[in-house]
């Protein structure tokens, strides 16, 4: 054997114990925070401010940026693999992507393509209106083997029109049929799209088996979301209660929106929610 042989077996060797260390070490509950509060920030200063407030992982949403997204159907998988490093060199682990709409499968194999390249293990969708519903989850369907082969799980929020509860949620993951596309449950959203109507302790007993995330969103009447977790009308105990009694006993819990301020005051309202998850999981560990 010469000496970059040698290396090279060192070096596929630590590769594979660091990623058998990371699944074995990986917490039940996996704490993280979206870009969405830092929306008018460069995507670099947003991980900065993560990372500073005490984060492991990060949710790639909104950003400063041409079409407002980090990630999206014209970013290039070494585009989204630089976004990878980006936050690994930070001490992140990207969890979840939104990367907008897709106007087909070769879009959806795009977000696919670059959730894989960032090291994300799953996509997160919107949905779509009525009349482009069936089309949609038909392109979803014809996707999910592909997603599967680049070891990335799909899922759809509650976000609005035929997805706006988790009932709806649940019959369209069904038409779909394919076990890698679930649920990202948002219960701030529950209220919202329900004006009120509909609380999520109650919806999230339509969604049981399907739950594979959750937007830690809250509300506050009228149609507010953007507040920091824990100040509005959500119930989060009680929600993720029912929750765990579904199946949904550990993943992702990552807070999507905080109170609105500058700098300083956007980190610590996101150290503020970070404590308070960490609280609430406590009590479900």
């Not at 970059?4 to 070490?25: H, I, K, M, P, V």
């Not at 407030?53 to 980090?70: E, H, P």
């Not at 995330?213 to 993720?240: A, I, N, Q, W, Y």
């Amino acid at each position: 054997m010469n000496r970059r042989e040698f290396l090279n077996g060192l070096a596929l060797t630590a590769g594979a114990l660091a990623t058998r260390s990371f699944a074995d070490e990986m917490p039940r509950w996996q704490i993280g925070c979206y870009t969405r509060p830092w929306a008018e920030q460069d995507w670099r200063v947003t991980f900065d401010a993560i990372a500073g407030a005490g984060f492991t992982y990060v949710g790639l949403m909104t950003t400063k940026s041409k079409n407002n997204l980090i990630v999206s159907t014209e970013s290039t998988p070494d585009e989204a693999a630089a976004v990878g490093a980006e936050a690994k060199q930070r001490g992140l682990q990207i969890i979840s992507v939104w990367g907008g709409q897709f106007n087909d499968a070769t879009g959806l194999k795009r977000l696919i393509e670059n959730s894989a390249a960032c090291g994300c293990p799953n996509l997160l969708l919107g949905g779509t209106d009525e009349n482009h519903a069936d089309a949609y989850y038909k392109t979803i369907a014809g996707c999910c083997d592909f997603a599967s082969e680049k070891k990335v799980g799909l899922s759809i929020k509650p976000h609005g029109g035929n997805n706006a509860s988790g009932a709806q949620c649940r019959k369209l993951i069904e038409q779909v049929g394919r076990k890698n596309f679930r649920l990202w449950y948002d219960p701030g959203n529950i209220f919202y799209y329900s004006d009120s109507k509909l609380d999520p302790v109650n919806d999230a007993a339509t969604v049981d088996g399907l739950v594979v995330g959750m937007s830690v969103k809250d509300f506050r009447p009228p149609k507010e979301v953007l507040l920091t977790p824990g100040t509005g009308k959500v119930d989060f105990p009680k929600v993720l209660s029912r929750l765990r009694q579904g199946g949904f006993t550990g993943g992702p819990l990552v807070i999507e929106c905080l109170d609105r301020g500058d700098l300083q005051q956007i980190a610590a309202e996101a150290r503020k929610a970070r404590q308070f998850v960490e609280e609430l999981t406590k009590t479900f560990s």
